[in-house]
């Protein structure tokens, strides 16, 4: 019986930096931080961190897997180049997950979860799951006056805006459960066992963005090129 592949995972999208890898046993190493910027300043050392713990070089390497958004634009786009400049020296498979399926994989087992993420001006992202993994419904943007419509108490919420959330339904905030300091993030080791057996051209590592992003080309003052 052939062993999954080497995999790593790496998140960036969101107010943290994080990376993952298991190996074809199952054994996990992980790293995760807080951190709003700086992502790509500390990304890559971050990731041969975790490589020196688990004695692997990045040769060994057989798949990576990466957040591909929603998230920061700065963040998102770091993880997506790293994941893909790994892959592509190495010639394995790069796998882009939206963060809102990744933040349903911390869900419950076959139990029905909503995915709801602060998305500033008056709007979240929400998309349901019918289990960790598997869509009911497609990621939206929506004004908080309806992202919170047919949700009740018997609910599950997961996400940066699950407090909100659950108090204003009485639903169950399930990031409650989960260590303090990794509220509200991806579970980095949930995302590596979900990339380790995956089809990978299921989930192309692209950027997944369900609004413009807020940061847009200046359209004057334009310099002439010669």
């Known amino acids: 019986m052939s062993k999954a592949p080497i995999t790593l995972a790496i998140d960036t999208a969101q107010a943290c930096c994080q990376c993952a890898l298991i190996d074809g046993d199952g054994n996990i190493y992980s790293a995760t931080e807080a951190r709003a910027r700086g992502h790509a300043e500390y990304i890559m050392d ?7 713990n688990a004695q692997f070089e990045y040769e060994e390497l057989e798949r990576v897997v990466v957040t591909s958004g929603p998230g920061s634009f700065t963040g998102l786009r770091v993880g997506l180049a790293a ?13 882009g997950v939206p963060t809102m399926f990744a933040l349903s994989l911390s869900g419950e087992a076959d139990q029905a979860v909503s995915v709801i993420i602060d998305a500033r001006r008056d709007q979240h992202y929400r998309q349901d799951f019918a289990a960790p993994g598997f ?31 659950a108090q204003s339904v009485g639903a169950t905030d399930l990031e409650l459960q989960r260590p303090e300091d990794e509220r509200s993030f991806v579970d980095i080791v949930s995302l590596a066992f979900f990339g380790q057996s995956a089809p990978a051209e299921d989930y192309p590592p692209e950027p997944c963005y369900i609004r413009a992003a807020d940061a847009k080309p200046q359209s004057a003052k334009h310099i002439e090129r010669i």
């Open 83 to 95: 994941a893909r400049g790994i892959a592509v020296a190495l010639d394995i498979p790069c796998l």
């Open 46 to 52: 971050q990731i041969d961190l975790v490589l020196d």
């Open 135 to 165: 869509p009911s419904s497609t990621p939206q943007a929506l004004d908080n006056a309806v992202v919170l419509e047919g949700l009740s108490n018997e609910d599950s919420i997961l996400g940066s805006g699950s407090e909100w959330a």
